[in-house]
T-cell receptor, first 113, second 108 residues
Framework: SAVISQKPSRDICQRGTSLTIQCQVD?????MFWYRQQPGQSLTLIAT?????????ESGFVIDKFPISRPNLTFSTLTVSNMSPEDSSIYLC??????????FGSGTRLTVV | DAKTTQPPSMDCAEGRAANLPCNHS???????VYWYRQIHSQGPQYIIH???NNETNEMASLIITEDRKSSTLILPHATLRDTAVYYC?????????FGQGTRLTINP
C-alpha cells in the first residue's frame, strides 16, 4: 500500500493566521482526500483533491477557508485560513490504495491560540 | 451521513475473541464494507474489507451476512495493543465517510 508523509506533524498557531499542510505520497494516485478530526470526534471529510481539477468540497467546507492544491499525482496541500480556536483539530490526508482500501497519513495536530 | 451503526463502546478480555458488530442496512450492491481502527489519534489503519464473502487476513476476519445488511469484525485473540476505536465504513471507490465507531477496550 502507499506510504504517506504528512508535514508538519503538529503546530501551534495564532488566531487569524494560516497554516499549510503538506501531503506527499510515494506513488502516483488519482484521488487524495483531506479529513478533519476534532477533539474526541470521528473523522469528517473536508474535500477530495483530483490532479488537474478543482477540489470537491463536502457540505460545510468552503474553498476560501480550506484552499487545496494538487499540482501533481503525488502531492497535495491543505491550507487552513484565518484560523480560530475552533479550527484546532487533527488534519489527515488519505489516498486510495487499491485492494487495501485507503491509506492515511499520520496527521497534523493543529492548536490555535 | 455515515451509513453504518456501531455500538459506542465494548470491552473484551485479553486473549479472547473480540466480535465487533456493524449494521449497514442501506448498503448498495457495489459498496464494500471496510474496517479501520485508530489508536491514540494516529492515522486510521486499514484492517480488512469485503463485498459479499467472508474475508480473513492476518489481522482479523470479516463476516458479512447474506443480505449484506450487517457484518462482524472478529479479532481472534485480542491483545492489549488492540485497544482502539474501530470504524466500520461502507463505500465504493470514491470516498470513505466515517461514523462514530466503537471504542474497544481490551482488559488484562
Amino acid at each position: 500500500s502507499a506510504v504517506i508523509s504528512q508535514k508538519p506533524s503538529r503546530d501551534i498557531c495564532q488566531r487569524g493566521t494560516s497554516l499549510t499542510i503538506q501531503c506527499q505520497v510515494d506513488s502516483q494516485v488519482t484521488m487524495m482526500f483531506w479529513y478533519r478530526q476534532q477533539p474526541g470526534q470521528s473523522l469528517t471529510l473536508i474535500a477530495t483533491a483530483n490532479q488537474g481539477s478543482e477540489a470537491t468540497y463536502e457540505s460545510g467546507f468552503v474553498i476560501d477557508k480550506f484552499p487545496i492544491s494538487r499540482p501533481n499525482l503525488t502531492f497535495s496541500t491543505l491550507t487552513v485560513s484565518n484560523m480560530s480556536p475552533e479550527d484546532s483539530s487533527i488534519y489527515l490526508c488519505s489516498v486510495g490504495a487499491g485492494y487495501y482500501g485507503y491509506t492515511f497519513g499520520s496527521g497534523t495536530r493543529l492548536t490555535v491560540v | 451521513d455515515a451509513k453504518t451503526t456501531q455500538p459506542p463502546s465494548m470491552d473484551c478480555a485479553e486473549g479472547r475473541a473480540a466480535n465487533l458488530p456493524c449494521n449497514h442496512s442501506t448498503i448498495s450492491g457495489n459498496e464494500y464494507v471496510y474496517w479501520y481502527r485508530q489508536i491514540h489519534s494516529q492515522g486510521p489503519q486499514y484492517i480488512i474489507h469485503g463485498l459479499k464473502n467472508n474475508e480473513t487476513n492476518e489481522m482479523a476476519s470479516l463476516i458479512i451476512t447474506e443480505d449484506r445488511k450487517s457484518s462482524t469484525l472478529i479479532l481472534p485473540h485480542a491483545t492489549l495493543r488492540d485497544t482502539a476505536v474501530y470504524y466500520c465504513i461502507v463505500g465504493g471507490a470514491q470516498k470513505l465517510v466515517f461514523g462514530q465507531g466503537t471504542r474497544l477496550t481490551i482488559n488484562p
